[in-house]
Antibody
Framework: QVQLVQSGAEVKKPGASVNISCKAS????????IHWVRQAPGQGLEWMGW????????KYAEKFQGRVSMTRDTSISTAHMALSRLRSDDTAVYYC??????????WGQGTLVTVSS | NFMLTQPHSVSESPGKTVTIACTRS????????VQWYQQRPGSAPTIVIY?????PSGVPDRFSGSIDSSSNSASLTISGLKTEDEADYYC????????FGGGTKLTVL
């Protein structure tokens, strides 16, 4: 079926990096942008950026410029999001989501990243 | 960039109708489509309205969306409230970047 399956929970120390994967199935991966959205505990949704799986072109939210990198591997229909120089306030659930054109119609299950010393 | 402002919480009784507003701080609300997402506790968001007023298949027609250029806002209306509608609701739009509203907690009591 159509789904996005993300990698498992991560625990990182401040200053480290995290890499989360998002595997698509049930549709043509290259046809739809993938967005990354995070949600800190008890907080709202925060948009981080998108990647065009066909071209690899990315757009990042200004807040994350220089710390985030979104890539894709079309051979395995997987998108990746790496966030570096982690801080405690990066503790959040990170979601990937498929863009049906200006709306996110399919979400991954979420990946909890905990940043703690 | 602009902001989308939502009420923190709303509550209403089962069977009633509730409307959640989403006000755009700058730029015209009609310039870019508005979407609405429902998020139940412990789950990923799901889309309930796209392109201002379109319902994805599987979303009950109790859910409707609209925009009001005079108040520069979008609204999500849920009629015939059910306890299962209790969730957080987020509006979303875009221009050069994507923006989510802060979310509204709907309590059905």
């Amino acid at each position: 079926q159509v789904q996005l399956v993300q990698s498992g929970a991560e625990v990182k120390k401040p200053g480290a990096s995290v890499n989360i994967s998002c595997k698509a199935s049930g549709y043509t991966f290259s046809d739809y942008f993938i967005h990354w959205v995070r949600q800190a505990p008890g907080q709202g949704l925060e948009w981080m950026g998108w990647i065009n799986p066909d071209t690899g072109i990315t757009k990042y939210a200004e807040k994350f410029q220089g710390r985030v990198s979104m890539t894709r591997d079309t051979s395995i229909s997987t998108a990746h999001m790496a966030l570096s120089r982690l801080r405690s306030d990066d503790t959040a659930v990170y979601y990937c989501a498929k863009d049906r054109v200006y709306s996110l119609d399919l979400w991954g299950q979420g990946t909890l990243v905990t940043v703690s010393s | 960039n602009f902001m989308l402002t939502q009420p923190h919480s709303v509550s209403e009784s089962p069977g009633k109708t509730v409307t959640i507003a989403c006000t755009r701080s700058s730029g015209r609300i009609a310039s870019n489509y508005v979407q609405w997402y429902q998020q139940r506790p412990g789950s990923a968001p799901t889309i309930v309205i796209y392109e201002d007023n379109q319902r994805p298949s599987g979303v009950p027609d109790r859910f409707s969306g609209s925009i009001d250029s005079s108040s520069n806002s979008a609204s999500l209306t849920i009629s015939g409230l059910k306890t299962e509608d209790e969730a957080d609701y987020y509006c979303q739009s875009y221009d050069s970047s994507w923006v989510f509203g802060g979310g509204t907690k709907l309590t059905v009591l």
